[in-house]
């Protein structure tokens, strides 16, 4: 599966938009980008996944570039409670990858008032 | 909807003793992943069951530690003998299906281990 790189950190105003950018270059064809986030003490969760169009649900937006080498996730309206660590992930659909979530280090999002 | 279940939320034993983490998946997953978290090892998936049988060990450090999944509502992760080093937070996941959806993981709240 395709690396990702991320920054490790991350500021952002409460009420604001945070785009929390995400570099995957060496991405196949067949692979999504998935994101997940942690808040301190708790599970990952999911967020959104992307194959190539852009995405959108209730916690927030994908914009996955045309060439697919880079991601941006956004959420929209930052709030403390989006203070958290967040994973971009890339991971084929099937075959032997399957569920194989591989967590790097990911972007520490510091959402302050 | 009760999410993914897992107890105890902590345990502290010696080192030598045996130990047994238990998790119980959202109803109607069918794969479900074990995971551990140190700060140096970051989230490192251990292994996965589908339709309760074994997928994928090949996370699992060593034979001390194995995973079981007799029915479709309950796995347990043992270690035994453990040591201070298997000190961390395991999570474990489920999800509803293969292919897309399969990565689409809801995790549990996770145990905190210490080994003394």
């Known amino acids: 599966d395709a690396k990702t790189t991320q920054p490790p950190s991350m500021d952002c105003a409460e009420g604001r938009a945070a785009n929390l950018p995400c570099n995957h270059s060496t991405i196949s064809g067949n692979e999504y980008v998935y994101w997940y986030r942690q808040i301190h003490s708790q599970g990952p969760q999911y967020i959104i996944h992307?194959?190539?169009n852009n995405e959108t649900n209730e916690m927030a937006s994908l914009i996955i570039t045309e060439d697919r080498k880079s991601s941006t996730l956004i959420l929209p309206h930052a709030t403390l409670r989006d203070t958290a660590v967040y994973y971009c992930i890339v991971i084929r659909a099937g075959g032997t990858s399957y569920g194989k979530l591989t967590f790097g280090q990911g972007t520490i999002l510091t959402v302050h008032p | 909807d009760a999410g993914v279940i897992q107890s105890p939320r902590h345990e502290v034993t010696e080192m030598g003793q045996e130990v047994t983490l238990r998790c119980k998946p959202i109803s109607g997953h069918n794969s479900l992943f074990w995971y551990r978290q140190t700060m140096m090892r970051g989230l490192e998936l251990l292994i996965y069951f589908n339709n309760n049988v074994p997928i994928d060990d090949s996370g699992m450090p060593e034979d001390r530690f194995s995973a079981k999944m007799p029915n479709a509502s309950f796995s347990t992760l043992k270690i035994q003998p453990s040591e201070p080093r298997d000190s961390a937070v395991y999570f474990c996941a489920s999800s509803r299906a293969s292919g897309i959806r399969g990565n689409e993981q809801f995790f549990g709240p996770g145990t905190r281990l210490t080994v003394l």
């Open positions: 992307g194959l190539k």
